[in-house]
């Protein structure tokens, strides 16, 4: 501690041991603190610039020392001081020797009866904090960083601060922190003035007690904080604790208090000294960012649920899962607009407790909501998210008698949007009778959005997919009619054409016997009969092109072994068939749907191929059948493969999905195609 020699003036001696307090005060704190007498001569200072000695400060002005616009603005609050009595502050930046800082000057005065002795300037650095406030937004963690930092420094300062009560109030001044000591022995307490307003109470009306501040404890945190106590007085431990207090008012602060044992004098018992910061703003900022994280990640998982659904069900059951599961509502209910506009249930719940809630179920089931019925009505009134409270005294809410036996007390509704229209309605039950939460109600809009978004989507899939089914359908028929006719055309065919033919040559061959014999009549005769067996050879040919009789009359095994013995005749390429498996009972339509499979490959390789050998496989057995085509030709390209306009590709792959089977078409290793037929067969799920 430096101090200039005894003035004239009227400051004391302090006692040798308030001398030591002073020092150990003084010499630790941060601040720059100067005694001046009213005309701004140095008394006492705790510091100098790094280029000045104590003896060349001591009794000059201070003025002299300060940058001139510094220096002009602290003597004008001095004066001021002087004159009102009351405390000054000067805030500005300094000059280049200091790096342009800004100091925060507290100007004091010090009294004798009504006179001012002398004045206790108190500088502290500012800077950060200016800075902090010029870039909070982008500097939170920094200035979160520097604030415990400075709390930390308070601290230290505080326990250094003995029992002085003026002492202790301008660390409190300086601190903008509560602090409190506790003597175990006596349990008496001291809280500052700071501490009085945070806890809500005005300072110096109430006597400081432990039994005071508990009551002062939120009910829920007051078990934790009385272990704690005992815990500190019994073996000294510091403690660091965040909890709350409920104030007079009812308003509830978030508080973190910290406090050691101390021991100030050898011969004393310990003391606990502690500050307390009010970190509510800070709570309230942690807990509203940590809530919109919960939402946007609930509105993540609905997404991806319901994108994930296969079905408009399976979309709103998840929907109805993820809220209650973000927010704790233990009922969720679907409600689907009619077209007449009713809202009817859709029989989608989510219940925590099904027997609880059976009641309130089945009476839901069983209304048709109109316009006063509630929630969901009110939503298609509003066209808005609605919060009901009160459930059991809701004139609106027609449930009322099965809500109060099952426990309710507040309902939300919000709607699902499809275009412009509501297409349904999802409302949720709680327990207590919350106040309603404008930022809920915000996610629920935009759930009801993204929702209505998904189901729209989901409609149009199950609509296409109706239509595939239906076109499948006609396809399927087009192809059993294209059969039945060519069925019928091939027995015609045979049966008439075919007969007719045969008739006429026998006719032919008779004539022939009979009549006399012109030089050009056998002639004629034998062309007439070749060209009669001509055309009963074609219509045979047509009649098995059309529906081989042998597919009918023996079966899909001996249709396959004629049709490659054909193709190789016809062709001169060598085919060869492999058959494996069982003889089972084989539907017609399964057997045409193999064996023209099998006719369309074979055509295709005679026409494009290039093959020099065909192999042919089926198997057959109660699991299935699987006919495969193997020619070592050209291959086929990939974009051939997946043409749309390849109608005979097209035909092999709906013959196969109309039975549930799998058509492939692929590369063969070492060069050709391989294509395969997979159905399975009814018996295999008998």
């Given at each position: 501690?430096?101090?200039?020699?005894?003035?004239?003036?009227?400051?004391?001696?302090?006692?040798?041991?308030?001398?030591?307090?002073?020092?150990?005060?003084?010499?630790?704190?941060?601040?720059?603190?100067?005694?001046?007498?009213?005309?701004?001569?140095?008394?006492?200072?705790?510091?100098?610039?790094?280029?000045?000695?104590?003896?060349?400060?001591?009794?000059?002005?201070?003025?002299?020392?300060?940058?001139?616009?510094?220096?002009?603005?602290?003597?004008?609050?001095?004066?001021?001081?002087?004159?009102?009595?009351?405390?000054?502050?000067?805030?500005?930046?300094?000059?280049?020797?200091?790096?342009?800082?800004?100091?925060?000057?507290?100007?004091?005065?010090?009294?004798?009866?009504?006179?001012?002795?002398?004045?206790?300037?108190?500088?502290?650095?500012?800077?950060?904090?200016?800075?902090?406030?010029?870039?909070?937004?982008?500097?939170?963690?920094?200035?979160?960083?520097?604030?415990?930092?400075?709390?930390?420094?308070?601290?230290?300062?505080?326990?250094?601060?003995?029992?002085?009560?003026?002492?202790?109030?301008?660390?409190?001044?300086?601190?903008?922190?509560?602090?409190?000591?506790?003597?175990?022995?006596?349990?008496?307490?001291?809280?500052?003035?700071?501490?009085?307003?945070?806890?809500?109470?005005?300072?110096?009306?109430?006597?400081?007690?432990?039994?005071?501040?508990?009551?002062?404890?939120?009910?829920?945190?007051?078990?934790?904080?009385?272990?704690?106590?005992?815990?500190?007085?019994?073996?000294?431990?510091?403690?660091?604790?965040?909890?709350?207090?409920?104030?007079?008012?009812?308003?509830?602060?978030?508080?973190?208090?910290?406090?050691?044992?101390?021991?100030?004098?050898?011969?004393?018992?310990?003391?606990?000294?502690?500050?307390?910061?009010?970190?509510?703003?800070?709570?309230q900022a942690e807990q509203a960012l940590r809530r919109e994280k919960a939402f946007v990640e609930a509105l993540e998982a609905v997404a991806v649920a319901a994108n994930q659904a296969r079905s408009v069900d399976e979309a709103l059951r998840a929907s109805l899962e993820q809220v209650c599961e973000l927010t704790g509502w233990p009922v969720g209910h679907a409600l689907l607009v009619q077209r007449d506009g009713r809202l009817l249930s859709s029989g989608i719940w989510e219940l925590r407790d099904p027997d609880r809630?059976?009641?309130?179920?089945?009476?839901?089931?069983?209304?048709?909501?109109?316009?006063?019925?509630?929630?969901?009505?009110?939503?298609?009134?509003?066209?808005?998210?609605?919060?009901?409270?009160?459930?059991?005294?809701?004139?609106?809410?027609?449930?009322?008698?099965?809500?109060?036996?099952?426990?309710?007390?507040?309902?939300?509704?919000?709607?699902?949007?499809?275009?412009?229209?509501i297409a349904a309605v999802l409302e949720f039950f709680a327990t207590e009778d919350a106040v309603p939460d404008p930022a809920l109600l915000e996610v629920m809009a935009h759930l009801g959005t993204q929702l209505g978004r998904v189901i729209e989507r989901r409609r149009a899939e199950e609509r296409l997919a109706s239509s595939e089914s239906q076109l499948r359908e006609l396809a399927s028929r087009l192809v059993s009619v294209r059969e039945e006719e060519r069925k019928h055309m091939a027995r015609e065919l045979h049966?008439?054409?075919?007969?007719?033919?045969?008739?006429?040559?026998?006719?032919?061959?008779?004539?022939?016997?009979?009549?006399?014999?012109?030089?050009?009549?056998?002639?004629?005769?034998?062309?007439?009969?070749?060209?009669?067996?001509?055309?009963?050879?074609?219509?045979?040919?047509?009649?098995?092109?059309?529906?081989?009789?042998?597919?009918?009359?023996?079966?899909?095994?001996?249709?396959?072994?004629?049709?490659?013995?054909?193709?190789?005749?016809?062709?001169?390429?060598?085919?060869?068939?492999?058959?494996?498996?069982?003889?089972?009972?084989?539907?017609?339509?399964?057997?045409?749907?193999?064996?023209?499979?099998?006719?369309?490959?074979?055509?295709?390789?005679?026409?494009?191929?290039?093959?020099?050998?065909?192999?042919?496989?089926?198997?057959?057995?109660?699991?299935?059948?699987?006919?495969?085509?193997?020619?070592?030709?050209?291959?086929?390209?990939?974009?051939?493969?997946?043409?749309?306009?390849?109608?005979?590709?097209?035909?092999?792959?709906?013959?196969?999905?109309?039975?549930?089977?799998?058509?492939?078409?692929?590369?063969?290793?070492?060069?050709?195609?391989?294509?395969?037929?997979?159905?399975?067969?009814?018996?295999?799920?008998?």
């Amino acid at each position: 501690m430096r101090a200039a020699p005894k003035p004239d003036a009227t400051l004391a001696q302090p006692r040798p041991q308030s001398e030591h307090w002073w020092n150990s005060l003084f010499e630790h704190v941060p601040e720059y603190i100067y005694v001046i007498d009213p005309d701004g001569v140095l008394l006492y200072f705790n510091r100098t610039l790094p280029s000045e000695t104590p003896q060349s400060v001591l009794g000059t002005s201070l003025y002299k020392w300060l940058p001139q616009p510094v220096g002009v603005a602290v003597r004008h609050a001095v004066a001021e001081v002087v004159r009102t009595r009351v405390p000054g502050l000067v805030e500005m930046p300094t000059g280049p020797q200091l790096g342009e800082r800004w100091f925060a000057r507290r100007i004091a005065p010090v009294l004798e009866g009504d006179a001012v002795v002398a004045l206790i300037v108190i500088a502290t650095d500012i800077t950060d904090k200016r800075r902090a406030e010029e870039g909070l937004r982008e500097a939170r963690d920094e200035m979160e960083a520097r604030v415990r930092r400075r709390t930390a420094e308070l601290e230290r300062a505080i326990t250094e601060l003995r029992r002085s009560e003026l002492r202790l109030s301008d660390a409190q001044q300086l601190a903008h922190t509560g602090s409190w000591e506790w003597d175990p022995a006596s349990d008496q307490q001291v809280w500052s003035d700071e501490l009085y307003r945070i806890y809500g109470l005005v300072p110096g009306t109430a006597t400081p007690t432990l039994p005071l501040f508990l009551s002062i404890v939120h009910p829920d945190d007051r078990e934790r904080v009385e272990q704690a106590a005992v815990v500190l007085r019994r073996d000294g431990a510091p403690i660091d604790l965040e909890l709350r207090v409920v104030r007079p008012d009812g308003t509830q602060r978030w508080i973190h208090s910290r406090g050691a044992a101390v021991r100030l004098r050898s011969d004393a018992g310990p003391r606990v000294l502690g500050v307390v910061q009010d970190v509510t703003d800070s709570r309230q900022a942690e807990q509203a960012l940590r809530r919109e994280k919960a939402f946007v990640e609930a509105l993540e998982a609905v997404a991806v649920a319901a994108n994930q659904a296969r079905s408009v069900d399976e979309a709103l059951r998840a929907s109805l899962e993820q809220v209650c599961e973000l927010t704790g509502w233990p009922v969720g209910h679907a409600l689907l607009v009619q077209r007449d506009g009713r809202l009817l249930s859709s029989g989608i719940w989510e219940l925590r407790d099904p027997d609880r809630f059976a009641e309130l179920r089945r009476v839901s089931q069983t209304l048709s909501l109109h316009d006063t019925a509630g929630a969901p009505a009110l939503v298609l009134e509003r066209a808005t998210p609605v919060w009901l409270r009160e459930l059991p005294l809701n004139i609106d809410f027609r449930r009322a008698a099965a809500a109060q036996e099952s426990g309710l007390r507040a309902a939300v509704a919000f709607p699902v949007w499809v275009g412009r229209e509501i297409a349904a309605v999802l409302e949720f039950f709680a327990t207590e009778d919350a106040v309603p939460d404008p930022a809920l109600l915000e996610v629920m809009a935009h759930l009801g959005t993204q929702l209505g978004r998904v189901i729209e989507r989901r409609r149009a899939e199950e609509r296409l997919a109706s239509s595939e089914s239906q076109l499948r359908e006609l396809a399927s028929r087009l192809v059993s009619v294209r059969e039945e006719e060519r069925k019928h055309m091939a027995r015609e065919l045979h049966d008439e054409l075919g007969q007719s033919l045969t008739a006429l040559k026998i006719d032919l061959r008779t004539l022939q016997r009979r009549l006399p014999s012109p030089v050009d009549l056998p002639a004629r005769l034998d062309a007439m009969l070749a060209l009669v067996d001509g055309t009963i050879a074609a219509t045979q040919r047509l009649a098995t092109e059309l529906r081989p009789g042998i597919l009918d009359d023996l079966g899909l095994i001996p249709a396959i072994q004629w049709q490659v013995e054909e193709f190789g005749r016809r062709t001169g390429v060598p085919a060869t068939l492999g058959i494996d498996g069982e003889p089972v009972p084989l539907d017609d339509r399964i057997a045409t749907a193999a064996f023209r499979v099998l006719q369309e490959s074979l055509t295709n390789i005679a026409r494009h191929a290039r093959a020099t050998a065909v192999t042919v496989t089926l198997l057959l057995d109660a699991r299935g059948l699987v006919l495969e085509v193997h020619d070592d030709g050209v291959g086929i390209e990939p974009a051939r493969r997946d043409d749309p306009h390849a109608l005979g590709l097209l035909g092999m792959r709906e013959r196969a999905m109309r039975w549930g089977g799998q058509f492939t078409i692929a590369p063969r290793e070492g060069g050709g195609t391989t294509v395969r037929l997979h159905v399975p067969l009814p018996q295999a799920s008998a």
